[in-house]
């Protein structure tokens, strides 16, 4: 398993993004360290992963959240939650994508 969270550094989101992708990665049996960041730092980078603004997870090189459009924009993402839109995905959605992706 690869799994990657893909940032830019003036995302407030994306630390405690990697905080929940890591509990979402123990609660599925997997190890934390398994998780990578990658920094999005110009519009070249974005083009060569499946970005969808920050933070983007994937999984084995696909957007563990798809439906968002591919963008090279570095800006924040948005996701819908059980309570609304929010910066990033809650562990919950994230187990969830982690155990059905693929299937």
Same mark, same amino acid.
């Given at each position: 398993? #690869? @799994?990657?969270?893909?940032? @830019?550094?003036?995302? !407030?989101?994306?630390?405690? $993004?990697?905080?929940?992708?890591?509990?979402?990665? =123990?609660? &599925?049996?997997?190890?934390? #360290?398994?998780?990578? +960041?990658?920094?999005?730092?110009?519009?070249?980078?974005? $083009?060569?992963? !499946? *970005?969808?603004?920050? !933070?983007?997870?994937?999984?084995? /090189?696909?957007?563990? *959240? !798809?439906?968002?459009?591919?963008?090279?924009?570095? %800006?924040?993402?948005? +996701?819908? &939650?059980? $309570?609304?839109?929010? /910066?990033?995905?809650?562990?919950? =959605?994230?187990?969830? %994508? @982690?155990? &059905?992706?693929?299937?």
């Amino acid at each position: 398993m #690869k @799994i990657e969270l893909l940032h @830019i550094a003036e995302c !407030p989101s994306w630390i405690e $993004a990697g905080r929940r992708v890591t509990e979402a990665l =123990q609660e &599925t049996g997997h190890e934390a #360290k398994e998780l990578r +960041y990658r920094l999005i730092r110009a519009e070249e980078d974005a $083009a060569e992963v !499946p *970005f969808a603004g920050s !933070p983007t997870i994937t999984l084995n /090189g696909e957007d563990l *959240f !798809p439906g968002a459009d591919p963008s090279v924009d570095l %800006a924040c993402r948005i +996701y819908a &939650t059980p $309570a609304g839109l929010a /910066g990033l995905p809650t562990v919950a =959605q994230i187990r969830e %994508a @982690i155990l &059905t992706h693929g299937n």
